[in-house]
Structure formats: structure tokens, C-alpha cells
């Protein structure tokens, strides 16, 4: 039984209805049949009997259906079954759902549902949910309502519309249009002028829901808004009302570029004769962006008249237009379409000519195999292009690999490189054996294929590089396939890098891979290395080394990093600064106690390679060696590493009288550099040796 609150409601909509001068609504009685079921609502029938299960039984069905179904687009399909019952079963469950805990996009499916179902119950649910703060709910309860034939419901809609929350008011407007009631349209253009932009879209998009002729002053003073989108929406709006309306679709179209596209869109979702006419006719523009949507518009609409027009553009010197007529063939399996494909995927214009070499390849016919295979066979823009969609066609493979190979053998340059890249792309068992063929052969393009080689996982990948690893000499190809195997931890891969690494043409590369592989016999492998007598092998270990550090192998880095050798020794502090820094830091450490100022000036500058906190301890005893050298050197790094304590230091040196000129050059320069107070409090004295290199002598202490 409603509420005083909903009786309340009724009064005051149906005033507002008589204000509005709406057209009387029918009175529904309580008593009114059930509305006539849609196909969907005979899914349960009765097992074992040809006739449908009586009402009560399909509805008890699709309860249980309800029940067990698992996401939004399952429930709403039974929900729009249950809604066509119309009994007492199939109502309560419509209702129960909008009281569940369901989302608002599956209550909003049960209120749309509950319009097609007459009585109390449906319209008092419906009601309710009119005053949701669920926008989504709230708009689905309006459309549901503005569909029923009682006065209740229209007028709630009517009373919304006239309400003072804006956002409502639009909604409810918006519902009335698609409900087709008169006045509708009047009500959208009182809301118009003060509507947001986004509002302007959905009440002009509504007008042409209408089939009012009122909407069309509406649509007409909105067709040169500012807004983009709000002009699309006229065109949109003008396109579905027809008739009169549909100079403001031809301005739009006249007007070009976005207006245009959304006119055009706008007669393509529109199967009208009017709007077929005018997509054939725009197929016609000389404008090509206009033609070539035309065309792409017409795209679901059949029939001889569109056909002649497309056939008309399939040689046409645009490669867009050209492209869009072809794409009308072509999922039709029209004959016509190889030609003009084949025509359209040698064009300079990339983007087309890659879209017409697809749809050549979806034509599943042999003429369009065998157009794809002259193409990629012959030197041409098409030719890498066919080359890929021949991979992907069926029966096209084994052809574009075979093609590929002897692009590679036998053609050279860039086109031999384009064979490459398809077979490096290609994941099959015959692409795996062309790369090994190629690689084996040597060429400029073998070290490609061996890195393409290692990029594939699979069992005839690893055995190729094996072998490629194992051949001796200088080539390339062998070095790029003994770089592949690192990090395969295949014992294969391992034992044939311990072969390369005692080949001085392999070393370098082998070393690096056993590094990146890890493992007992690459460990020992490596430390052999650090160990050896020749000081290019312990080079060639510590680049090994850097980056790639085995845990095991960081005490041989520090023992390489103070190796006499002064190439070793670098390249094993490189390595060890990034794998162990505090074994870095007692490398830079223990350098500052030798007797050689050439290897103390080395030790600061190691330093200044290492973290500016962890290097500054040595650093600034640096600053208190006797050799000028070393001191300039620390006065550098110290630049970088600031601090007070670096200021101090370098502000020490600068006043010294015992300070020869170049030292304290050098630190004038590195606090000028760093800045800070110690640079602002002896500005003048810093400007005197950066500029002359002679400052009056300020020594002592500041």
C-alpha cells in the first residue's frame, strides 16, 4: 500500500503534468494484463514437453538462474527475461534485487526490467528508486518510469523535470525523450541554455530520440556551438530525427574535419535510406578525409547501389580512400578486393598500405595468397609487409621463411636484413634452422643471426649456438653465439665456455658469459683466470667481472684490484666498486700508504669513483700528503663531495703559506666550485688565485 509520502508525490506531479499542458495518460487499473513476453522469456520450458512451461514455472527458472549467475552481464540478461513475465514471482525478484547488495549497473538492468511490468508493486518500486543517490540508479528508475502507461509514473518523471536539483531535472528530461512524450522537446530547450557542456550533450543527443518537430529549432541553434562535442551531438541527434533535420547533418558534412566525422558516424549507426543516400554521395567529395570515412561508414550497409560506389574508389590515387574501398570488399570476400589491395599496399602512405596488406591476408583465397607471395618476392615497398603477413596466413609460412633465407643468401644490403628480421620474428622450428644456416655460413649478417639465435629458448637454438661456440677462428658469429650462451646454465653452454675462455680470440667473451652464467665450473673457470700468469687473461677476467660478480668471486676482484699491473688493477676497482664498495674503499685505503706518489694520486682519484660519504675519510688525509700532486688531485674530488669538514680542508690548504701556487690554486678552484659559507666569506682571496693564480698571501688560520 504506498505511503502518505508517495501520495504526497502524486498530487504534486500531477499538477505540475497539468502545468506543463502534457497529453492525458491513460489510467492504468490494477488489473491490467501482463505485457506480451519477449523471445527470451521462454527459455525454461517444461523437459520432456514440446509447449512452453506454464508462467509461474518459467519465472521460478529464471529465479534460479538469477541466483547463480556470476557477473553484471549474465544477471541483467534474466533480469530483462523476469521483467516480460510480469507475475507476482517475477516481480518480487526484481524488486529483491534492488534491496540486495548488488551493483548499481546490475540494479540499475532490474529497474528497466520493472518497466514492462504493470501494477502497484513495479511502480511503487520504481518510485523509490527515482529519489536514489545513485545517479546511475536514479536515471534508470526515470527511463523505467517515463515508459509506463499510468499517471503515476509520467508524472513523478514530469515533477523531476521540474525539480530544483539540475542534475535530475536533465535526467528526467533525457527520459522523457526517449519515452517519446510530448513536450519533451520544449522542456530539453528550457534546459539548454543553462545546462553545463556535458548536459548539452545528453539533452540535444535526446531530441532526436523525440520524433518531435519542436526539437528541431533546439538542434539548429546548437549547431555552431563552440564545443566539438556538443556540435556532434546535434549531428548525432539530427541523423536519427531525419527528415528536416538532416540539412543540419549536410552543413556539418560541408564544414569538414571533426564536424564532418561525426556527421558522417552519425549516418553510418543510422540504417535510413536518407542516410545511405548521403554516405554514397560523401563518397563522392573531393575532400579525401571525407570520402575515405564516408566509405568506412558504409561499411555495414549492402547492396548494389553501395557497391558501385565503393568499386568507383578502389583505384583512387588517395591512399585513405583507396584503403576504405578495399576494406568494403574485403570482409564481403568480394573478388574485386585482391586487385585493389595489392593496388593500395604498395602506397608511400604507411598506415594504409599496412592496413590493405592485412585485410589481404584475412581474404583467406589463394588469389590473395599468391598476390602476397609475388609481392614479397620482388623488390618493392610491399615486400617487408607482405613478408609478415605471409608468416601469419595459412600456407603462407613455409613460403615467407623460404623467401626470407634467400633474401639473405643471395640479395644482400637492407633486403637482406629484412629477411633477417622476419626470421628472427618468427617462433618456428624451420626459422630456428635458417638463422643456424645462416650464422654457420658466415657473411656480414652471421653475427646477427647468432644474437637472433639467442633470443629464442628453445633446444634447436642452444644446440646451433653450442656448436657455432665450439668453431675456432675470429669470426664474429662465434663470439656473438658464446655471448648468447651466457646465463643459459645449460652444462653444455658451460663446457664449451670453458673451452673459449683459453682462446685469446674468444677470452673476453667467454669470460663475460661464464660471469653472467655462475655456478661451481664457471667459478672455478673464472678464478683460474684471475689466477693466471698472463696479465691480459687477469684483464680480461676483471671485465669479466664487472657487473656480473659471483658471490664466491669478490675476494679474487680485490685481490686483481691491487694487482702491479696497472691495466688489471683498473679494470678489477671498476668491478669491485660496484660488487663490494666497502672492499673498494680499503682497496682506495691501502693505496694511500704506498711510497709511490703516482699510485697514492691513483688511490684518491679510485676514490672519488666511490660514494661521496664512504670516499671522504681518505680523501681528507689526501689533503695532508706531501706530494703536490696528490693533493690537487684530493682538492678535485673533494670539489664533489662537499661538506664542512671538505671546506675546511680545502680552506686550510688555500691560506697555508707552505701551500705551493698550483695546490692552492687548486683548492681556490674547488671551493669556488662547491660553494657554500667558506666560498662566500673568502670570495675575494678564491677570485685572486682562480683568475691570476697569485693571492695575496692570507695564510694562517681563518
Known sequence: MRTSVWKATTAVALGLAGLLA???????????????????????????????????????????????????????????????????????????????????????CALSALGHVPGDAATDALLEASHSPQAVVRDAALAAMATRDDEMSRATVVAVARSSDVAARVSAAVALAGAR??????????????????????????????????????????????????????????????????????????????????????????????????LIQAADDPRPPVAAKALEELAPFDGEDVRAAVVMHVGSPHAAVATAAARWLAVRGDGAAVASLVEASQRTDSSSADEAMSLLGGLDSQ????????????????????????????GGGEQARAIALRM????????????????????????????????????????????????????????????????????????????????????????????AASDPLARDAALASLARTGGPDAERALAHAAESGNAEERAAVARALTGETPAAMVPR?????????????????????????????????????????????????????????????????????????????????????????????????????????????AAAEALQSMGGAAARDHADLIAKWVDTGEGDDESGSP
Open 408 to 499: 639473405m643468401r643471395d640479395e644482400g644490403g637492407s633486403v637482406a636484413s629484412t629477411g633477417l628480421n622476419l626470421l628472427s620474428g618468427d617462433a618456428s622450428p624451420q626459422a630456428t634452422q635458417a638463422l643456424a644456416e645462416v650464422a654457420r655460413g658466415g657473411g656480414p649478417l652471421a653475427n646477427d643471426a647468432a644474437t637472433a639465435l639467442g633470443t629464442r629458448k628453445d633446444e634447436a637454438s642452444l644446440a646451433a649456438l653450442v656448436e657455432l661456440a665450439r668453431t675456432g677462428g675470429v669470426d664474429s658469429a662465434r663470439n656473438a653465439a658464446i655471448t648468447s650462451l651466457g646465463g643459459t646454465h645449460d652444462p653444455r653452454a658451460v663446457r664449451v665456455l670453458v673451452d
Open 181 to 278: 512524450v510530448p513536450g519533451a522537446a520544449t522542456l530539453i530547450d528550457e534546459l539548454l541554455p543553462t545546462a553545463t557542456t556535458a548536459q548539452q550533450q545528453r539533452l540535444l543527443a535526446s531530441l532526436g530520440q523525440t520524433g518531435d518537430p519542436a526539437a528541431l529549432p533546439a538542434l539548429a541553434r546548437y549547431a555552431l556551438a563552440p564545443s566539438s562535442e556538443v556540435r556532434s551531438a546535434v549531428v548525432g541527434a539530427a541523423a536519427r530525427a531525419g527528415g528536416a533535420a538532416l540539412p543540419l547533418v549536410d552543413d556539418a558534412i560541408r564544414r569538414g574535419g571533426d564536424d564532418a566525422d561525426a556527421a558522417l558516424a552519425a549516418l553510418g549507426g543510422v540504417d535510413t535510406p536518407d542516410a545511405r543516400g548521403r
Open 22 to 108: 502534457f497529453r492525458p495518460l491513460r489510467a492504468q487499473s490494477q488489473a491490467a494484463p501482463a505485457p506480451a513476453a519477449s523471445p527470451v522469456a521462454t527459455v525454461a520450458a517444461t523437459p520432456g514437453q514440446g509447449a512452453p512451461a506454464p508462467q509461474a514455472s518459467r519465472s521460478d527458472a529464471l529465479v534460479a538462474r538469477l541466483a547463480a549467475t556470476r557477473g553484471a552481464d549474465d544477471a541483467c540478461e534474466v533480469l530483462d527475461s523476469l521483467g516480460w513475465q510480469g507475475d507476482a514471482t517475477a516481480t518480487a525478484a526484481l524488486v529483491e534485487t534492488l534491496g540486495a547488495r548488488a551493483t548499481s549497473t546490475v540494479k540499475a
Open 557 to 665: 676482484l680485490a685481490t686483481l684490484a691491487r694487482d702491479p699491473d696497472a691495466n688489471v688493477s683498473d679494470a678489477a676497482f671498476q668491478a669491485l666498486r660496484t660488487a663490494a664498495p666497502q672492499d673498494a674503499l680499503a682497496v682506495a685505503t691501502e693505496g694511500m700508504r704506498s711510497a709511490d706518489p703516482a699510485a697514492r694520486a691513483a688511490s684518491v682519484a679510485r676514490a672519488g669513483e666511490l660514494d661521496a660519504e664512504v670516499a671522504r675519510p681518505v680523501l681528507l688525509q689526501a689533503m695532508h700528503d706531501r706530494d703536490p700532486d696528490v693533493v690537487t688531485a684530493a682538492a678535485g674530488q673533494l670539489a664533489n663531495a662537499g661538506g664542512a669538514d671538505a671546506q675546511q680542508a680545502l680552506l686550510d690548504v688555500l691560506t697555508a703559506s707552505s701551500s705551493n701556487d698550483d695546490v692552492r690554486r
Open 367 to 394: 588469389a590473395a595468397l599468391s598476390a602476397m607471395i609475388s609481392l614479397a618476392s620482388r623488390p618493392g615497398v610491399a615486400r617487408e609487409r607482405a613478408l609478415r603477413e605471409l608468416v601469419g596466413t595459412p
